[in-house]
């Protein structure tokens, strides 16, 4: 994890998204279903439900896993799924608030860049659709370029979107950065998309937070 100097309060923040050998680590110790919030009642199962190859793509991205999947991982390995600065879920108003936010916050350095690894989009900084480099996901912290906003923080535009916790009621949650099919415009720190708490995608995957 990477420690970054948050506003009144320190934050460790993951420097890559998950991958699939930390998370086929975690699914290894067969972690209990109980103790999820209420609104992943229903979640009864942890696997990913496509593109998971932990053997031959063992420092992908994990996608393909729910935000209930995500937040269980999260909790399950000590930490907890980035949401407000000091803990909790941050308002889908404030999200995009660097005081508030935990993830836009590591991303924007404070508020300070659009972009993690500064002022200027570059399509060729990090994994997006306009990027003729890759034509899919990368292990994550591969690419050099996508960095930011603090140094060592690494994929927090494009490759993998990554959830939330930041939701809207109990059905609809927020994932941040845009992945390896966005457009341009979809990559800055402040994109977000918002979807059903429930589904999963082959472009979506997380990042955790910690005190």
Same mark, same amino acid.
């Given at each position: 994890?990477?420690?970054?100097?948050?506003?009144?309060?320190?934050?460790?923040?993951?420097?890559?998204?998950? /991958?699939?050998?930390?998370?086929? *680590?975690?699914?290894?110790?067969?972690?209990? =279903? @109980?103790?999820?919030?209420?609104?992943?009642?229903?979640?009864?199962?942890?696997?990913?439900?496509?593109?998971?190859?932990?053997?031959?793509?063992?420092?992908?991205?994990?996608?393909? *896993?729910?935000?209930?999947?995500?937040?269980?991982?999260?909790?399950?390995?000590?930490?907890?799924?980035?949401?407000?600065? !000091?803990?909790?879920?941050?308002?889908?108003?404030?999200?995009?608030?660097?005081?508030?936010?935990?993830?836009?916050?590591?991303?924007? =350095? #404070?508020?300070?860049?659009?972009?993690?690894?500064?002022?200027? &989009?570059?399509?060729?900084?990090?994994?997006?659709?306009?990027?003729?480099?890759?034509?899919?996901?990368?292990?994550? !912290? /591969? *690419?050099?370029?996508?960095?930011?906003?603090?140094? !060592?923080?690494?994929?927090?535009?494009? #490759?993998? &979107?990554?959830?939330?916790? /930041?939701? #809207? !009621?109990?059905?609809?949650?927020?994932?941040?950065?845009?992945?390896?099919?966005?457009?341009?415009?979809?990559? @800055?720190?402040?994109?977000?998309?918002?979807?059903?708490?429930? /589904? #999963?995608?082959?472009?979506?995957?997380?990042?955790?937070?910690?005190?």
């Amino acid at each position: 994890m990477l420690l970054v100097p948050g506003p009144g309060k320190t934050t460790c923040i993951d420097k890559t998204e998950v /991958s699939q050998k930390q998370y086929d *680590v975690w699914l290894g110790t067969n972690p209990p =279903k @109980t103790g999820q919030p209420a609104a992943c009642s229903g979640n009864s199962s942890f696997t990913p439900t496509c593109g998971y190859n932990p053997t031959n793509y063992a420092n992908r991205p994990v996608v393909c *896993v729910d935000w209930c999947d995500a937040y269980a991982y999260c909790k399950g390995v000590g930490k907890r799924l980035c949401g407000k600065i !000091g803990g909790g879920s941050v308002a889908p108003a404030s999200n995009t608030d660097p005081a508030q936010s935990e993830w836009h916050f590591a991303c924007t =350095k #404070n508020g300070t860049r659009p972009y993690p690894y500064g002022p200027v &989009s570059d399509n060729f900084y990090c994994v997006g659709l306009d990027n003729s480099n890759f034509l899919t996901q990368q292990s994550v !912290g /591969s *690419v050099s370029t996508c960095q930011g906003g603090y140094p !060592g923080l690494y994929d927090m535009s494009g #490759n993998a &979107s990554e959830w939330e916790d /930041s939701c #809207n !009621g109990s059905n609809e949650c927020f994932a941040r950065g845009g992945h390896y099919l966005s457009k341009p415009v979809d990559l @800055t720190c402040a994109a977000q998309a918002k979807f059903p708490r429930m /589904s #999963n995608e082959q472009s979506r995957g997380f990042r955790c937070c910690a005190d």
